[in-house]
């Protein structure tokens, strides 16, 4: 079998992919340089801080926003712009990796606009969870976790519907999310853990629920399930 000398050395990834992680590679890179004193000065040591307080979402105010019908509406903005910005490189790093593998594989399927609304769906979901659920809360949210795991969980909507096509047991398409979910509670235990996880689980489910109305077919899947109940 002759090689292809024209293929791409890597395999192409549907543009919303890009558009979803070139944000977030262009932000750390930014920082990464400034933390090194390439750019911004003596002030760019300071930038990392200063995204975290421009971007990230604070369970405080999101509460407070609660409590006034959404104002400031401006801040709502910071429930899709956490994930741009991360604690350190090696967060960043492993959020781009997951999110450019899983993008590949439910954007090759999904329309464009289906792997958005399951990535901004679960951003929002998993902030408003992590800031409305949990009492006393005041660490706030960052990082591309939550989105990621939406995408896991659209993900997981399609090994079960492939499962469910074949007559197989369907319910193994959870064993992913379930090892990922063992791994983050060991870590927690040995390391000492955060809330995190709570945003994490809420973008899943989002992306996985999400995914019955935005997968191809969606729509008349949907209808077909309400009509046989």
């Given amino acids: 079998m002759q090689p292809d000398h024209n293929a791409a050395p890597i395999?192409?990834?549907?543009?919303?992919?890009?558009?979803?992680a070139l944000p977030v590679i262009a932000m750390e890179l930014v920082l990464v340089l400034a933390e090194a004193g390439l750019v911004g000065g003596a002030?760019?040591?300071?930038w990392r801080l200063q995204a975290v307080e421009r971007f990230a979402m604070f369970p405080e105010l999101l509460r407070y926003q609660a409590e006034t019908g959404g104002q400031p509406?401006?801040?709502?903005?910071?429930?899709?712009?956490?994930?741009?910005?991360?604690?350190s490189f090696t967060h960043a790093l492993f959020a781009v990796v997951i999110l450019l593998a899983l993008g590949k594989m439910v954007g090759e399927i999904f329309r464009w606009w289906g792997v958005l609304v399951v990535v901004s769906g679960a951003s929002i979901?998993?902030?408003?969870?992590?800031?409305?659920?949990?009492?006393d809360i005041r660490?706030?949210?960052i990082g591309a976790y939550p989105a990621v795991?939406?995408?896991?969980?659209?993900?997981?909507?399609?090994?079960?519907?492939?499962?469910?096509?074949?007559?197989?047991n369907k319910y193994r398409?959870?064993?992913?999310?379930?090892?990922?979910?063992f791994f983050q509670l060991v870590f927690g235990v040995l390391f000492g853990g955060s809330w995190d996880w709570v945003a994490d689980v809420t973008g899943f489910a989002a992306g996985f629920l999400l995914s019955f109305i935005v997968s191809p077919g969606g729509f008349a899947r949907?209808?077909?399930?309400?009509?046989?109940?």
């Fill in 43 to 46: 002030g760019g040591i300071g």
């Fill in 73 to 87: 509406y401006a801040d709502l903005l910071r429930l899709v712009s956490y994930p741009l910005v991360h604690g």
């Fill in 139 to 141: 660490a706030p949210l």
């Fill in 173 to 181: 398409a959870f064993s992913l999310i379930g090892a990922l979910l």
């Fill in 125 to 135: 979901a998993g902030g408003l969870a992590y800031g409305l659920l949990i009492p």
């Fill in 11 to 20: 395999n192409p990834l549907p543009m919303i992919v890009w558009v979803l």
């Fill in 149 to 168: 795991y939406g995408l896991i969980g659209a993900f997981t909507f399609l090994l079960w519907t492939n499962l469910a096509r074949k007559g197989a």
């Fill in 222 to 229: 949907v209808r077909e399930m309400i009509r046989q109940r």
